[in-house]
């Protein structure tokens, strides 16, 4: 029997699931989970690579005490954010969040050079004020490309940990803002326009790509050698991956601390009506785009039981979801408004939007989470409103996969909200994509058609 196993390691926490495949389908097992989160120091918001890659050396450690080594595995995280290293391999600045408020102003230090509709038309990747060029500008105005060798992404720092080999993987790199949609390659000159230095830059390397094996110090610490093979490393191509009704028909939602909701396409669209709809085309598996729009999503509602949890009030998601639906409460909010990318306090975000709106302002509990659960599902319906229009494509049907799948009021004013059929599930989509490039790497399973039937 082989097994594979997916690091997946998401903004607020990380697990390693094993999987392999029993009577035709996939068996998940998860053998540790972590808790992950960007840590402030002297002023920035950070996060903590070393005690990532500390986690990542405990769950293999995990996997050997179980007897079930895996024959390959590999690592997803969310996008945008890297490590620079030096020539010697030493990381030169810190792994600063994209949550952090350093980029602000760096947009227009872009489009000084380059302006904004051309930038668009030459990648297809959405505005947003943390994209990776323009972190990048930052680290420009900050010195930091002065000793700067090389350029990683976050799993690609952490695969490079356990193998000695600089990848840059390219689902992940196609978020940077920096990528050519049609040669799905750096585009250099873009890079060079910018006065990035482009020898930092590494070859590009696609899904399914074995990299290396482990170091001799990972071999020796957890007990056992194993294949590194990419996956998608963008945790939501591989999301994507694994959504098991992907056709003309059909819209998907990546539900986590993101709502990632859009279409798959076989080529980017860069028009002027995707840009102003704030569209972005990431790269997905076997070339594949995902057309999709990045909603603020249960990041909110996250943020709010982690403050209610911290003022001694203990709720669950679902108690969340039950109390929301009881609720009697009309207001909503733009769930996209900047002022709740990373607030002191989400719920009093929320108040002071529905206060300044004019709208009834929520206290409890349940009148908090049904205003976000009810924005949320009105931003989806926009969103499915724009793709239609752009693609010229009617999408009766939205599939909702990944931790949000399990919230069933969601769902529920998702498919009354957008008079859309909606399928949810898997809820394990980051993971199964994850392991669905390594088992067809491995030629167990054939092809991308035949493990999205396993799936579905």
């Known amino acids: ?88 391999d030493n990381v030169l600045r810190p792994c600063f969040g994209y949550r952090d408020d350093r980029t602000k102003g760096m947009d227009e230090e872009v489009y000084k050079i380059i302006p904004e509709e051309k930038l668009y ?27 700067a060798k090389s350029f990683l992404m976050v799993p ?45 830059f590494k070859q590009i390397h696609k899904p399914g790509t074995f990299i290396g ?10 007990g056992f050698d194993c294949k590194v093979v990419l996956p998608p490393t963008h945790d939501t191509a591989s999301a994507v991956l694994a959504v098991p ?17 859009g279409s798959e ?10 840009m102003k709809a704030n569209f972005t085309n990431e790269g997905g598996y076997e070339g594949r785009f995902r057309f999709l729009k990045n909603i603020m999503g249960l990041w909110m509602i996250q943020s709010v039981r982690n403050e209610l949890i911290a003022a001694g009030q203990e709720y669950s998601f679902a108690q969340l979801c039950n109390l929301a639906e009881q609720a009697d409460i009309d207001s909503v909010v733009d769930a996209n408004d900047e002022c709740f990318l990373a607030p002191a306090s989400m719920i009093e975000a929320v108040k002071s939007y529905c206060k300044a709106s004019g709208q009834q302002v929520p206290q409890t509990p349940g009148e908090l989470a049904k205003v976000i659960y009810v924005s949320l599902a009105i931003c989806y319906r926009k969103a499915c409103e724009e793709v239609e229009a752009i693609t010229g494509k009617s ?5 909702i996969v990944g931790g949000g799948a399990k919230a069933g009021y969601l769902n529920k004013l998702t498919a009354e909200t957008t008079g859309k059929k909606v399928i949810a599930g898997p809820a394990e989509a980051t993971a199964l994509g994850n392991i669905g490039a ?5 030629s167990e399973v054939a092809d991308l058609k035949t493990y999205r039937q396993i799936i579905k």
């Open 1 to 88: 029997m082989n097994y594979y196993l997916a690091v997946d390691i998401g903004a607020s926490s990380g697990r390693h699931m094993l999987a392999h495949l029993e009577d035709g389908e996939m068996i998940l097992e998860e053998i540790h989970r972590f808790s992950n989160g960007m840590i402030e120091v002297d002023g920035h918001k950070r996060w903590d690579t070393e005690e990532l890659f500390r986690q990542i050396i405990i769950g293999l450690k995990k996997c050997k005490e179980l007897g079930k080594i895996p024959v390959s595995m590999g690592i997803d995280t969310w996008a945008v954010d890297y490590v620079l290293l030096d020539e010697n």
């Open 121 to 147: 038309e030459r990648t297809g990747i959405q505005k947003a004020i943390f994209n990776t060029i323009y972190q990048l500008m930052a680290d420009k105005r900050d010195g930091y490309f002065k000793n």
């Open 156 to 200: 690609d720092y952490l695969h490079y940990l356990l193998t000695g080999v600089k990848s840059n993987e390219y689902t992940n790199c196609s978020t940077t803002q920096l990528l050519n949609p049609e040669s799905m390659e750096w585009d250099y000159d873009l890079i060079e326009m910018l006065g990035f230095p482009k020898s930092i």
């Open 213 to 222: 094996s482990f170091t001799d110090a990972v071999k020796t610490e957890v």
């Open 245 to 261: 009704n992907t056709s003309d028909e059909v819209l998907y939602i990546s539900s986590g601390t993101w709502s990632l909701l």
């Open 265 to 274: 396409n076989k080529q980017a669209i860069c028009t002027k009506e995707a």
């Open 395 to 399: 999408f009766p049907t939205i599939n």
């Open 438 to 442: 390594q088992v067809i790497a491995a």
